[in-house]
T-cell receptor, first 113, second 110 residues
Framework: IAGITQAPTSQILAAGRRMTLRCTQDMRHNAMYWYRQDLGLGLRLIHYSNTAGTTGKGEVPDGYSVSRANTDDFPLTLASAVPSQTSVYFC????????????FGSGTRLTVV | RKEVEQDPGPFNVPEGATVAFNCTYSNSASQSFFWYRQDCRKEPKLLMSVYSSGNEDGRFTAQLNRASQYISLLIRDSKLSDSATYLCVVNSHAGNMLTFGGGTRLMVKP
């Protein structure tokens, strides 16, 4: 693994089903984030974690939950998927310090039908 | 008002042209600034950080104007491969969180 790995790459999911999007990084970054990106709406923050054991809500948290049991993993769970959650989901991490930007995973393209 | 605003474009320019994008931010306490590039159906990737004194990386020049709260990106001698969406990013919150602009789409034509 080099950087951030997201899985699956894409998924078609029936409405009402539960789904966990996986995100793993090997850079030992403390801060991690989940974004969704929709046409015309840009990147919107769902949840974040500043360090293992802590999480926080972003701009659009409803319908999503996260956990941060360790530094490397930051899974995003949709408890009961709805069509409005059809989107591209990006996981990101950031090294400590103001001068660093985010490193993004390659994304998960989710379609809820 | 959005925290970070960009003209969505598209900017259609011929190869070899010089093109500039601006981005405005609302939080005067913002401390760090970046430009990201995003290709279609790909993740955003860091293009360059923006320093107070301005900085250059090859054909790309970034500048920061704190008084007017805007950031600019200048691309000289545009290439077809520069076609992408350019995202302005600002650290406008305490801690590690970054705020993204909606992006400016650039299309470089032969």
């Amino acid at each position: 693994i080099a950087g951030i790995t997201q899985a699956p790459t894409s998924q078609i999911l029936a409405a009402g089903r539960r789904m966990t999007l996986r995100c793993t990084q090997d850079m030992r970054h403390n801060a991690m984030y989940w974004y969704r990106q929709d046409l015309g709406l840009g990147l919107r923050l769902i949840h974040y974690s500043n360090t293992a054991g802590t999480t926080g809500k972003g701009e659009v948290p409803d319908g999503y939950s996260v956990s941060r049991a360790n530094t490397d993993d930051f899974p995003l769970t949709l408890a009961s998927a709805v069509p409005s959650q059809t989107s591209v989901y990006f996981c990101a991490s950031r090294a400590p310090g103001q001068s660093y930007g985010y490193t993004f995973g390659s994304g998960t393209r989710l379609t809820v039908v | 008002r959005k925290e970070v605003e960009q003209d969505p474009g598209p900017f259609n320019v011929p190869e070899g042209a010089t093109v500039a994008f601006n981005c405005t931010y609302s939080n005067s306490a913002s401390q760090s600034f970046f430009w990201y590039r995003q290709d279609c159906r790909k993740e955003p990737k860091l293009l360059m950080s923006v320093y107070s004194s301005g900085n250059e990386d090859g054909r790309f020049t970034a500048q920061l104007n704190r008084a007017s709260q805007y950031i600019s990106l200048l691309i000289r001698d545009s290439k077809l491969s520069d076609s992408a969406t350019y995202l302005c990013v600002v650290n406008s919150h305490a801690g590690n969180m970054l705020t993204f602009g909606g992006g400016t789409r650039l299309m470089v034509k032969p």
